[in-house]
């Protein structure tokens, strides 16, 4: 009995160490799928990098002009001209009328008799593709000896020919 009582045991445990296909097939299966999806989740980091980059590549593409300049950039230009009272570098980034010359930008320019004192250009923002907002403070004293302040006044920008320039009466 003891004989046949081994004998059934290692019977048993022959038949429960043989592979068992029914049983294995699922179990590679699962294993795949979990190969694949480790995969998988590998890939969508990779595409969610590259994602990040090229959204990075828009913004610079959006923000920088063909002379590698930003809006801030030009307002700030514009500003440094306007306080050395250098019209000419001034006129060259404000987006004057076509009618206007630079002569008459000039003469404009001396009879209004603002003189800037002070500036700061603040942050900006790419509103489309050739719109931007600058935010500036600055103070201005006016031939009658007033002197007013403005803070983060909006600026408008415009892209012109591939190029920022400060927009025409950009506050408004």
Not at 62 to 72: S, Y
Not at 162 to 170: A, D, E, Y
Request: net charge neutral; charged share 30%.
């Amino acid at each position: 009995m003891k004989r046949l009582f081994l004998f059934l045991l290692l019977l048993t445990m022959i038949s429960g160490c043989q592979q068992n296909p029914q049983f294995t097939k699922p179990d590679r299966e699962i294993n795949q799928l979990k190969s694949d999806i480790t995969y998988l989740e590998e890939q969508v980091r990779i595409l969610q990098d590259e994602l990040k980059k090229a959204k990075e590549n828009i913004i610079t593409l959006a923000t920088v002009d063909i002379d590698g300049k930003t809006p801030r950039d030009v307002v700030l230009q514009y500003l440094q001209a306007k306080k050395h009272q250098d019209w000419k570098a001034a006129y060259e980034v404000y987006q004057v009328p076509d009618d206007m010359s630079y002569t008459e930008y000039k003469k404009e320019m001396v009879e209004l008799g603002i003189k800037l004192i002070d500036f700061q250009v603040g942050s900006f923002e790419v509103l489309s593709g050739d719109n931007a907002t600058v935010y500036v403070t600055y103070t201005n004293k006016f031939s009658d000896g007033r002197i007013v302040k403005e803070v983060n006044e909006p600026w408008s920008c415009v892209r012109v020919n591939g190029r920022w320039m400060v927009r025409w009466l950009p506050r408004q």
